[in-house]
């Protein structure tokens, strides 16, 4: 079961209670009877092991073959400067 943080909007006591997610929220401050509202913080969060990160799912020899290869498509993926087509008009010249 979770726990959640409550704050008094009047005398600004803090107090933790382990809640369902299905209780209803407390809404009055035992201490001076004013109106609870829960306290929302951030959450710590430790990622251990492995496959969290792009090298973990690769072996040694995987990894190093892959890195020359997205150096080739970075290079492929922009296009080469190619000299724009000139038109070449012929006119015919008539006798006179």
Do not use: I, W
């Not at 704050?7 to 009877?33: I, K």
Request: charged share 20%; aromatic share 8%; hydrophobic share 25%.
């Amino acid at each position: 079961m979770p726990t959640y943080e409550y704050e008094c909007q009047a005398c600004h006591q803090r107090v933790e209670v382990v809640q369902r997610f299905t209780d209803p929220a407390l809404t009055v401050c035992d201490h001076c009877g004013g109106e609870l509202r829960k306290v929302f913080s951030a959450v710590g969060v430790v990622f251990k092991g492995s496959g969290f990160y792009k090298t973990d799912s690769r072996g040694a020899e995987t990894s190093t073959s892959t890195a020359p290869a997205a150096s080739n498509t970075e290079s492929s993926a922009t296009p080469a400067a190619t000299p724009a087509p000139t038109s070449t008009t012929t006119t015919s010249s008539t006798p006179d």
